[in-house]
């Protein structure tokens, strides 16, 4: 187990270590620069170098790589040069309200899919199948931005019962939480229904039932736990796949989180909040992987015992 | 218009103003001053409220309540609210700043930080009288010299330094007046003094907030002072209590604001605006989608109030590149284009087509430039075949913004019928204005957005050069009679001209304005923009609890 943290732990440190450097070299051989799009096009030809020189953009790329190691090296992930705000103190509000439409989004996902997949398996080819299949479809086929209108203009503008955005209570969670989820609910539930329909076809399941096993037994304990590692597995990729759509989904719902905050930062080139966005956003996906292989680890009992073997 | 038709139109933009006239008789009386209708209705429309105005009255019955916080949807990502450096003005800017002079609704320049203003005989000095008893939000009191402080770093390193060059030098006067000493005669000069980038700051305050200037502190006079900048989710404003009162004569709350505050937020989904509003989220949006517009205006909640933007989108081709710059090729893609088609399919009627450089609903408009450049196709395949072009092809580049996109899509299958394939390349704004400045692309597509329109062709008519704009001789000698003008005749005369060589010679292709609508829930009274600015002032505006 410890050689497998070990390992893992390596794999993400180099991960980080080659993204930072990716992040750091791609923002700055975009096209434009900071100078661009804070200096006013009227006095841009004197704006434009000043600024560069003041905030040491026009050193080579190398060298700003290694300063803005230097300053994380020592907690200091600097300043917004737009808002004049600590980047810590952007992480920790916007990370603060992602961090609870993320978790408002995957306890969506698994508390509709995971049932309702083992529900079709269950009963496959029943109303509860076609009608499970049918939210699948939709939730993979329809785009998120489009759902998003869909939905503020049923629930916000018609019923008034949910507002249309901005931030506050639960109720602002809502839609963007569902838009969100929509698509994972989609692929989580398709892969729970296919993986517990497996377990179904086994013959430790036919072994079960002929011991007299009751049905809700069989499914909900036996055929689910061993149907668990895919999903496990899958987790991993859903919960980064929702760490990225935050990004749609925030700036569609007016939601001050770190994606709002990362699609402000690129497109206006402010380095110092975008980097540091960046990378935090990478430390999430390096981390959700991270335990997702341990979940399917643990989950998975072949793995470990070769993990052990080993 | 003479002295005296404009003092009578003054007198009916009051009396409307104060509901003893109807719509209808505005626009008769309007009409007889020599107002079009569509510039009567853009002004009825700026004044809100008065006689009859059905759904699109601001509702100034009742009086004032104090208190309450006005909640914003703005159109864009805030950038730092920086008077002097700044890449862009945004909405904040009315609140806490002030400038020293400012256009009225009918486009006359009246007192706000400057109570008067002079020109002497030979056109050589301007001399502004500061109004007394004036402060700063920090409690600073503001005089003559700070005025003077400001001027000087306005024309040195400001955004607008290159429309100060013909000032050589700015100094306290007497009797808390500033002086300014121009090298050459330069009216025009008034128009730069009204701009939102000439608000007046504490320089010791700008100075001492470093890069925080704009973002946390703003040191200025306007009624508000800023709370909270976080440009990518609000930007909060609160009353100052010690705001000794506006100068602006059309402002008629002389003490602190009714407003506790003032919260903008930004809607950078066009289609969101229109919900937003609808479900009560904010209280006031700009620039709904147009599509949504129709079912805002039959919204009995609602006030949609729409004015021509201060702004133009125009079409540049590089007449340097060969067959681009061949003689006729301008006015060829120019005819080819439909703009009328352009307003009511892309802007859903909410735009007026613009044949010359500057918006129709301008006061010194002139509509000759109305028989250039009407649409017309087989007029501009002959002046490609006369230029011996069979077929022309280009890149244009373009911000990626979708009505940008929208716009171009319409223009490119338009010049395709008479023989021009234009491939757009719509690019974000930080790729966009390095290879514009550099003169790099075949062609650009841009929208200005400004207060003195003149000052734009300025500008404009030197990006990226004169040459990549064709050296076009009238215009260029229109822009010098506009920078020597010693007096406002002289200033009109000059603009008219501008507009009619540009219109000619089309150093840019005009295409179209759009308009610039505003809509806001009944609760909110005395929100008026006006015609002549690019947003409206915030110390008249009250909100029913």
């Known amino acids: ?310 | 218009m003479t002295q005296t038709e404009e003092s009578e139109l003054r007198d009916t933009i009051e009396q409307y103003r104060n509901a003893r006239l109807t719509r209808r008789d505005f626009v008769q009386r309007a009409a007889v001053l020599g107002i079009s209708a569509s510039v009567a209705a853009s002004i009825l429309a700026a004044c809100g409220g008065g006689g009859g105005g059905g759904g699109t009255t601001t509702g100034e019955e009742g009086q004032p309540v104090q208190g309450g916080v006005l909640r914003m949807g703005y159109d864009r990502a805030f950038q730092k609210l920086d008077n002097v450096v700044g890449p862009w003005a945004d909405e904040p800017f009315t609140a806490i700043y002030e400038v020293p002079i400012i256009r009225d609704p009918g486009g006359k320049f009246v007192s706000s930080v400057a109570e008067a203003w002079e020109f002497s005989s030979d056109g050589l000095t301007l001399s502004m009288k500061i109004r007394e008893g004036l402060k700063f939000h920090s409690g600073a009191p503001l005089t003559a010299a700070n005025v003077a402080e400001d001027f000087n770093i306005f024309r040195t390193t400001g955004v607008t330094a290159n429309f100060w060059a013909p000032v050589k030098n700015v100094e306290e006067g007497e009797n808390n007046s500033v002086v300014l000493t121009l090298s050459k005669t330069n009216y025009g000069l008034i128009e730069t003094i009204s701009t939102l980038f000439q608000s007046i700051h504490n320089e010791a305050s700008r100075k001492a907030a470093g890069e925080g200037w704009g973002a946390t502190t703003v040191d200025a006079t306007g009624p508000f002072t800023l709370k909270t900048f976080k440009p990518a989710s609000e930007v909060v404003v609160e009353r100052w209590p010690d705001y000794p009162g506006s100068g602006v004569p059309f402002v008629t709350n002389k003490g602190p604001a009714y407003l506790d505050s003032i919260r903008w937020v930004p809607i950078l989904e066009p289609a969101n605006r229109a919900n937003e509003i609808e479900t009560g989220s904010v209280d006031i949006v700009k620039s709904p989608a147009a599509q949504d517009i129709s079912r805002l205006q039959s919204n009995d909640d609602l006030v949609v109030l729409e004015l021509q933007e201060l702004s133009n989108y125009f079409i540049t081709i590089d007449r340097t590149r060969g067959a681009l710059g061949q003689p006729g090729v301008a006015q060829a893609m120019s005819h080819a284009i439909d703009r009328q088609a352009l307003v009511d399919t892309v802007f859903f009627g909410h735009a007026v087509p613009t044949y010359g450089p500057i918006f129709p609903a301008y006061r010194w408009y002139d509509p000759g430039v109305e028989a250039y450049n009407e649409y017309d196709p087989d007029k501009a395949r002959d002046l490609l075949k006369s230029a011996g072009l069979s077929e022309l092809r280009f890149t244009l580049l373009t911000q990626n913004q979708p009505i940008q996109v929208q716009v171009l899509e319409a223009v490119g299958g338009m010049l395709r019928e008479v023989g021009i394939t234009m491939e757009v390349k719509a690019v974000e704004d930080a790729a966009f204005f390095p290879d514009m400045f550099a003169g790099k692309p075949d062609a650009f597509m841009f929208k200005w957005l400004w207060e003195s329109p003149t000052d734009n062709m300025r500008f404009f008519g030197r990006v990226p050069s004169w040459d990549y704009n064709g050296n076009p001789p009238k215009s260029m000698a229109g822009i010098d009679a506009w920078e020597s003008a010693a007096t406002e005749e002289q200033l009109e005369k000059a603009c008219r001209q501008v507009q009619l060589a540009w219109a000619e010679e089309l150093p840019f292709i005009p295409l179209v304005t759009q308009s610039l609508v505003w809509v806001h829930h009944k609760r909110v009274h005395n929100f008026r923009p006006t015609q002549t600015s690019i947003y409206p002032l915030f110390n008249d505006v009250w909100i029913e609890a």
Request: charged share 15%.
């Open chain 1, 1 to 310: 187990m410890i050689r497998f943290v070990l390992s893992r732990g390596i794999r993400a440190a180099l991960i980080f270590v080659v993204a930072s450097v990716a992040v750091c070299y791609g923002l700055r051989v975009a096209p434009g620069s900071l100078a661009d799009i804070v200096t006013n096009p009227l006095n841009r030809a004197f704006a434009v170098k000043d600024l560069e020189e003041r905030l040491g953009l026009d050193e080579p790329v190398i060298v700003q790589y290694f300063v803005f190691v230097r300053n994380i090296m020592g907690g200091d992930f600097g300043v917004s040069f737009i808002s004049n705000r600590s980047v810590t103190e952007i992480i920790a509000t916007g990370g603060l309200n992602t961090l609870k439409l993320g978790g408002a989004a995957a306890i969506l996902t698994y508390f509709i899919s995971v049932p309702l997949g083992i529900m079709a398996a269950a009963r496959r080819n029943s109303v509860i199948d076609q009608g499970s299949m049918l939210i699948a479809v939709l939730g993979m086929a329809i785009p998120n931005f489009f759902l998003a209108i869909l939905l503020v203009r049923l629930f916000a503008v018609e019923l008034r019962w949910l507002p249309a955005a901005g931030q506050g209570g639960i109720k602002h969670l809502i839609l963007p939480a569902v838009v969100l989820a929509a698509e994972a609910i989609a692929i989580n539930l398709r892969l729970v229904r296919a993986s517990v329909l497996e377990q179904l076809s086994r013959d430790y399941i036919r072994t079960l039932r002929a011991k007299g096993a009751s049905e809700r037994r069989v499914v909900w304990i036996h055929a689910f736990r061993n149907a668990l590692p895919p999903v496990i597995t899958f987790g991993g990729v859903m919960l980064r796949t929702l760490l990225g759509y935050t990004l749609v989904v925030e700036v569609i719902f007016r939601y001050p989180g770190l994606g709002f905050e990362l699609v402000d930062s690129v497109l206006k080139r402010d380095y110092a909040v975008a980097q540091a966005l960046a990378l935090v956003f990478i430390a999430g996906v390096v981390l959700f992987n991270f335990l997702a292989d341990l979940g399917h680890h643990l989950a998975e009992p072949r793995i470990r015992e070769r993990g052990a073997a080993g």
